[in-house]
T-cell receptor, first 111, second 114 residues
Framework: GQQLNQSPQSMFIQEGEDVSMNCTSS?????WLWYKQDPGEGPVLLIA?????ELTSNGRLTAQFGITRKDSFLNISASIPSDVGIYFC???????????FGTGTRLQVFP | DTEVTQTPKHLVMGMTNKKSLKCEQH?????MYWYKQKAKKPPELMFV???????INESVPSRFSPECPNSSLLNLHLHALQPEDSALYLC?????????????FGPGTRLLVL
């Protein structure tokens, strides 16, 4: 099925560093969602974005809905070991009722 | 409360077995979803129920049969599965289908078909 371009594919960082990842789409979305998934568990919603240009924070996480409606960014500040996991973006466009998922960013944090 | 529960957590079945996966939410959500997820891949949509009626079937083989007995429950009946059907099966729910609704996922059922 259709997937969003998400980058980077993986990141290996040291504890305390900041992290940035993004998703881009060829079509316009009206909702962007960011999820984190631990191995063998379901995705957990981190941040939901509903308006172009919107910037939303959840603790050390900040996400933005791109002004073009075709991209979104997630930043994690001062990473800690429990940030390890796979991060998925997901978007919903105006002409479909389905969520389209990004390919995922695998984050490893070293102490 | 944004909890979606799924049972069982793990399931091993043979290719001739019949089993069912269960999903439950008590958030008053009217849309419920089944996804299949292979390792290191994003979730793939299988079925969508909206107001207890099947609204989307993503060309899923008939050996997977969804059922929505009421607005809080969603089942996935499995019969004559193949080893390649082994995956994490995720249930999700949202307030309604379409619009700008946010989907909340359950913890998943890890299925192994032998």
């Amino acid at each position: 099925g259709q997937q969003l371009n998400q980058s980077p594919q993986s990141m290996f960082i040291q504890e305390g560093e900041d992290v940035s990842m993004n998703c881009t789409s060829s079509s316009i979305f009206n909702t962007w969602l960011w999820y984190k998934q631990d191995p063998g568990e379901g995705p957990v919603l981190l941040i939901a974005l509903y308006k172009a240009g919107e910037l939303t924070s959840n603790g050390r996480l900040t996400a933005q809905f791109g002004i073009t409606r075709k991209d979104s960014f997630l930043n994690i500040s001062a990473s800690i070991p429990s940030d390890v996991g796979i991060y998925f973006c997901a978007g919903r466009s105006y002409n479909t009722d389905k969520l389209i998922f990004g390919t995922g960013t695998r984050l490893q944090v070293f102490p | 409360d944004t909890e979606v529960t799924q049972t069982p957590k793990h399931l091993v079945m043979g290719m001739t077995n019949k089993k069912s996966l269960k999903c439950e939410q008590h958030m008053g959500h009217r849309a419920m979803y089944w996804y299949k997820q292979k390792a290191k891949k994003p979730p793939e949509l299988m079925f969508v129920y909206s107001y207890e009626k099947l609204s989307i079937n993503e060309s899923v083989p008939s050996r997977f049969s969804p059922e929505c007995p009421n607005s809080s429950l969603l089942n996935l009946h499995l019969h004559a599965l193949q080893p390649e059907d082994s995956a994490l099966y995720l249930c999700a729910s949202s307030q309604d289908q379409g619009g700008i609704e946010t989907q909340y996922f359950g913890p998943g059922t890890r299925l192994l078909v032998l």
